[in-house]
């Protein structure tokens, strides 16, 4: 159907540097059929000639899994961010735009450092701390129809799209962001996790906890594995409006 | 562990942006509702207010503290958030953006009417249907109080909204959904109050 196209176009903002000044350049590259992003970032990799013929650095960016699970390869593509491994070049209006997502530090052209989302999974406490010193035994059961609904808050992958989209995570925040509220969610549901649901809560409300949210909404909107964001931080809120009260009046649980 | 202070500046600033601030507006409003029934009943009214009892007490714990920390923490908010409707244009994003907006407008337009009323009266001047008929004789100075009225009602109609959302009251997108139609009512209803009044004047 596509076949009649050629070749590709797209426009990709660039960057040398963390430091260095971003600009613009555009490559055409030839057509094959089923391409998705990566595989017309490969082709430049292969042949790093921009569309005016000069020969350049290759396109710089990062990914893993190539099945939208690992979440390394998130892009602005045509002004949305998406994972690059699932951006089908037939699907997109062309010319394309490839532009680093705007929230995190560039590293180097595509790639950008998303430290701050994995700092904020390391304030809420976002894990299940199971190793001692012997043999615990079986952990309590999880009831199926929660385990069902727990699985889709496990779909995060920390790619960084829902902080992208939020307008109150930025260089003048700290906010930690909707990825993080959500898995103190996962974590605290789960019945073992939920042993250390008070440290998870407390870190929701440090400096650049929950609180932060600004209810835009944009994350459940943008999440690319449609996570229920939005009703997390809702039910995190209720989660830490509870515990401020326990905290505050005194509970023994 | 004590709770941090960003936790509690903004579950305070959501909370006195209801109570007491949402309420004394309401009721402001209703006040002000006297003005369809002529400048007798108003006077009546704001008369009755201006006589409560520990008066001052009531304008600082109820109005001017709450007001001056809901103002000033809420600018430092609107300015740390970088917009961006216009990528993701979707209808809370676009209340999101909008109420960063109204809040502005709110602070110039409560700046003015407290200083062209309240702090007029603490200098000797008499607030009653006279004064408010002579601001709002001014073409513009009507505009202005159309849209600071108008402002201030959207703020607090959507602001009930997101304090639904932030203390943890509406979870499911289904509550949350039928709450944007109550606020959305509210912001309506009261901005008929809101206008009947102020067209009262002239």
């Given at each position: ?10 426009k ?16 055409t ?22 569309a005016?013929g ?75 701390p ?9 952990g ?21 799209v ?24 996962l ?9 250390n ?7 929701l ?49 | ?26 009721q ?19 008369h ?20 001056l ?48 009323t ?11 249907f ?9 073409p513009?100075?009507?505009?202005f ?42 912001f309506?209803?009261l ?12």
């Amino acid at each position: 159907m596509m076949s009649e196209k050629k070749t590709v176009t797209l426009k990709i903002k660039r960057q040398d540097g963390p430091e260095s000044a971003p600009y613009e350049e555009t490559f055409t590259i030839p057509y094959r059929q089923n391409m998705n992003v990566i595989s017309a970032l490969m082709e430049i990799r292969r042949n790093p000639v921009n569309a005016k013929g000069e020969k350049t650095t290759p396109v710089i960016w990062e990914m893993g899994c190539l099945e939208e699970v690992c979440g390394a390869c998130s892009m602005v593509i045509n002004g949305k961010p998406r994972q690059s491994c699932t951006a089908l070049l037939d699907q997109l209006e062309q010319p394309i735009s490839l532009a680093p997502m705007t929230t995190f530090p560039v590293v180097r052209d595509l790639a950008v450092d998303r430290s701050r989302m994995f700092d904020a999974l390391k304030k809420v406490k976002a894990w299940i701390p199971i190793d001692g010193t012997y043999d615990l035994g079986p952990g309590p059961r999880m009831p199926e129809n929660k385990r069902q609904w727990a699985y889709e808050l496990s779909k995060c992958m920390t790619c960084g799209v829902c902080l992208e989209s939020c307008p109150n995570v930025n260089s003048r925040s700290e906010f930690i962001g909707p990825a993080a509220v959500s898995q103190v969610r996962l974590f605290n549901a789960h019945p073992t996790g939920a042993m250390n649901k008070e440290e998870r809560l407390e870190g929701l409300m440090g400096d650049g906890g929950l609180a932060n949210c600004g209810n835009s909404q944009n994350c459940v909107q943008s999440c690319p594995k449609g996570i229920p964001l939005t009703t997390s931080i809702a039910a995190m809120n209720r989660a830490t409006s509870l515990q401020t009260f326990k905290n505050f009046f005194g509970s023994d649980h | 562990m004590a709770a941090s202070r960003d936790f509690v500046s903004r579950k305070l600033h959501s909370l006195l942006g209801v109570i007491p601030l949402g309420l004394y507006v309401t009721q402001h409003l209703t006040v002000n509702y006297f003005a369809t029934r002529g400048p007798e009943a108003f006077n009546d009214a704001a008369h009755f207010m201006e006589s409560l009892p520990y008066r001052y007490l009531l304008e600082i714990f109820v109005i001017f503290l709450p007001l001056l920390f809901h103002a000033i923490y809420g600018v430092y908010i609107a300015f740390q958030s970088k917009n961006n409707v216009s990528r993701y244009g979707y209808l809370r994003n676009w209340m999101f953006y909008l109420q960063r907006i109204s809040g502005v407008i709110v602070l110039i337009f409560v700046t003015w009417h407290v200083w062209q009323t309240r702090l007029q009266a603490a200098m000797g001047a008499e607030v009653n249907f006279q004064m408010m008929a002579d601001i709002l004789s001014n073409p513009a100075m009507m505009i202005f109080y159309i849209v600071g009225v108008l402002g201030t009602v959207f703020h607090f109609a959507n602001g009930l909204w997101s304090f639904f959302v932030s203390w943890g009251f509406t979870v499911t997108p289904k509550s949350q959904r039928a709450m944007t139609y109550v606020t959305m009512i509210i912001f309506v209803a009261l901005s008929v109050v809101g206008m009947r009044a102020l067209f009262a004047f002239v």
